[in-house]
């Protein structure tokens, strides 16, 4: 296939055809018109031709700003006609001479081929003599910036040199200002001194505010603020201790300082006391605020305004306590409940012990309160024992308080209980009012102080109320002693009225044992009761040894001994289960031993007249000396036979384990001891009789064969046996 401009064009593809024109064509044809440069050329070169848009007159054009030309003479004229009509005309418009032409194809391009050099050197021409008129006027601006720059170096040289005249003249200056400049940071360094010095030494004006001001309640903002200024006077002693000594700021400081704690201490007073005015009325809200607790702490550096302040609250809870004292006796609780102690004024003992209760109540309140206002921590004491006073300070304020605090109610108290333990007429009321005033008076004691006015007032009601009681027990004694035992009765048991004045005295020592505390000794334990003892005791004693010898004159059948070991056994059995009285159970048993002897002589003589020894064994105590005991008529031998026919009797009755008297002894054990000693010594009789049977001297014949034709047969050792007795050897008699 053949391309189109061989097929067009023939005569170009042969190679005879190579002249110029064909030659400049295949450049054309042949060049590239992608290239930028190229397109530019090419757009630079249209805009230099670009042909009319709009047809207009004959003889005229548009130039390159648009404006019309007229064209005169004729197109066809000379070159240089042509040429200076065409200088005339802007760079797009060179062209514009031939625009009535513009109608034939290919006049543009013609005209530019002919004219493009002359066209681009008159362009050139152009742009240069601008360039030359523009740069013309920049000559003469240079000329003239080259007059004020010359002007300028003469003014700068001038003011060179008067700088250089300054300079000279100011350098003193500058030294001067170098050393203010060193003195002025030596001011800024001693002012932050200075202010670090009263940030630390001086109070700010917040804290100020805090102690002095009314607005700012006691708490810890004000607590802070007061620290800071104890600390302040603490570290300016410590700086007013060196080498210079003391010196007007430190004394100064103080001085503020000193001025400021004094307002502090006077602001903790009064808060203090408003406080305390307010707690005290509410005898149940004993709450202690912690700002409250550290204030006391603060004001006991003032002991003289802690004191008052602490007066206003003695005052006060010392109103408020009696106010609610008089209403537990008269009002009761909230509600009724519990009842008005008043209504159990007809028992005399809860009476007293509910009033005395509310009392303990009260102050164990009381100290709980001050222990949390003082902030002392309990000492973890058991329940009853005895509170350890210490020297502290905290103890003397608590103790001068609570003495305060309940002084109100001492009156009230102390009249009534007066009334009430002198209006009993029995003993053990009397006694159990005492016993109870005893202890709660050793509780009071224990907790409050025996100095205190409540101490000292139940102290004096707990002497009234012995004093009482000694008084019904000492009547009580006597009006046993005026009462006589009844003669018509035969028996040898305990008067009623005996038994009666035990039973008060058994009850006695049951309240006196519940009272102890369990830490007495023996001794503590015995004084206690001793007195008690001695008066109850002691005319019931009398009363026995004295009215049985009186019975005993007006009924001489009546056994008197067995009647008083009866009465002194029945005594010791009410003393024995309590362990305070083992004195005077030791008394006792002294008066029985000495009965109890009494009545083995008299047994032993009933024994001894009985078992039919009783004239052989005076024959042998009372014959003559070298007299034969057989030529007494009371031991004769066929006395001394009927003697020992009678023994032998008696050994087989039953009072020889069994005695009808001593079977009225209330004790088994004094029956046993009585017979056997009897029976001993009947024993040892028998042994004698028979001893002096057997000897020679007293010339009795055939003296064994008499001794054993009965029994014992002259066997000592088988009575012995017979009576179930030993001899101090252990063994039986021989």
Excluded at 212 to 219: I, Q
Excluded at 280 to 303: F, W, Y
Excluded at 575 to 603: C, N, S, Y
Excluded at 699 to 717: I, W
Aim: charged share 25%; proline share 4%.
């Amino acid at each position: 296939m053949t391309s189109p401009s061989t097929s067009r064009i023939p005569s170009l593809s042969s190679p005879a055809a190579q002249n110029p024109v064909s030659t400049r064509l295949y450049k054309v044809l042949s060049a590239n018109f992608d290239d930028d440069a190229t397109r530019e050329a090419l757009d630079t070169l249209a805009e230099l031709y670009a042909p009319s848009t709009s047809a207009r007159g004959a003889g005229h054009t548009v130039n390159g700003k648009g404006k019309e030309v007229k064209l005169d003479g004729d197109l066809d004229g000379d070159a240089e006609d042509e040429n200076e009509s065409l200088s005339t005309l802007k760079p797009n418009g060179l062209v514009a001479a031939a625009a009535v032409e513009e109608s034939v194809p290919g006049d543009i391009a013609a005209r530019a081929r002919k004219n493009l050099r002359r066209d681009v050197e008159n362009k050139l021409a152009e742009s240069s003599r601008q360039f030359l008129s523009a740069f013309g006027e920049v000559d003469k601006q240079l000329d003239t910036l080259q007059e004020h720059i010359g002007l300028m170096r003469v003014r700068c040289d001038e003011a060179q040199t008067q700088l250089h005249e300054t300079n000279e003249a100011c350098k003193s200056l500058l030294d001067r200002a170098g050393s203010l400049r060193e003195q002025r940071q030596g001011v800024a360094v001693r002012q932050s001194i200075i202010a670090l010095f009263l940030s630390r030494f001086t109070l700010s004006a917040e804290e100020k505010e805090a102690i002095t001001s009314r607005d700012v309640p006691v708490g810890s903002r004000f607590f802070a603020a007061m620290d800071k200024a104890t600390k302040i006077r603490d570290d300016c002693r410590v700086l007013m201790t060196g080498d210079e000594g003391d010196t007007k700021a430190g004394i100064d400081i103080l001085s503020a300082t000193a001025t400021h704690l004094e307002q502090a201490y006077d602001k903790i007073f009064r808060h203090c006391s408003f406080e305390f005015r307010q707690m005290g009325k509410d005898a149940t809200s004993l709450d202690v605020p912690p700002a409250l607790r550290e204030a006391v702490r603060r004001l006991r550096q003032r002991p003289e305004l802690l004191q008052e302040a602490l007066q206003y609250l003695s005052q006060t809870r010392q109103a408020t306590l009696l106010s609610a004292f008089m209403d537990a006796l008269t009002r009761g609780g909230p509600g009724g409940l519990p009842r008005p102690i008043e209504l159990h004024a007809h028992d005399p003992l809860r009476y007293v012990g509910d009033m005395l209760a509310w009392v303990h109540q009260a102050i164990a309140a009381e100290r709980e309160l001050l222990e949390s206002l003082f902030g002392v921590r309990g000492d973890r004491r058991m329940v009853g024992a005895p509170r350890e006073f210490s020297e502290s300070e905290e103890e003397g304020w608590m103790g001068e308080m609570m003495d305060g605090a309940v002084k109100g109610l001492c009156g009230p108290l102390k009249v009534r209980v007066q009334q009430t333990v002198r209006s009993q007429e029995s003993s053990i009321t009397s006694y159990k009012i005492a016993n109870l005033l005893g202890f709660y008076l050793s509780t009071m004691q224990r907790t409050i102080g025996r100095e205190a006015l409540l101490s000292r007032t139940l102290e004096e009601l707990t002497e009234l109320a012995y004093g009482v009681f000694n008084g019904a027990i000492e009547i009580q004694g006597r009006g046993l002693l005026r009462v006589p035992l009844d003669l018509d009765d035969t028996g040898v048991s305990p008067p009623l009225a005996i038994l009666d004045h035990a039973q008060v005295l058994r009850e006695m020592m049951v309240v006196y044992e519940s009272s102890l505390f369990g830490n007495e000794n023996e001794e503590e334990l015995q004084a206690g009761f001793r007195d008690i003892l001695d008066k109850m005791v002691d005319p019931a004693l009398e009363m026995c040894l004295t009215g049985a010898e009186e019975k005993k004159r007006q009924r001489p059948a009546w056994d008197k001994a067995v009647f008083v070991l009866n009465t002194l056994a029945y005594l010791q059995t009410v003393l024995e289960p309590f362990a305070f009285t083992v004195e005077k159970r030791g008394v006792l048993q002294g008066l029985v031993d000495a009965k109890v002897l009494q009545l083995i002589e008299e047994h032993f003589k009933d024994v001894l007249s009985d078992s039919g020894l009783a004239e052989i064994a005076r024959a042998c105590e009372g014959r003559r000396a070298n007299e034969p005991l057989s030529h007494v008529p009371a031991a004769e031998p066929a006395a001394l036979q009927a003697a020992l026919h009678r023994f032998s009797e008696w050994l087989s009755g039953e009072e020889v384990v069994h005695s009808p008297r001593l079977s009225l002894l209330t004790m088994q054990s004094l029956h046993t001891r009585v017979h056997q000693a009897a029976l001993k010594r009947l024993a040892e009789t028998y042994e004698r009789v028979c001893e002096e049977v057997k000897k020679a001297e007293n010339k009795y014949e055939a003296a064994a064969t008499l001794l054993g034709s009965e029994r014992p047969f002259g066997q000592v050792r088988l009575l012995w046996q017979i009576f179930g007795l030993q001899d101090e050897g252990g063994q039986y008699g021989g």
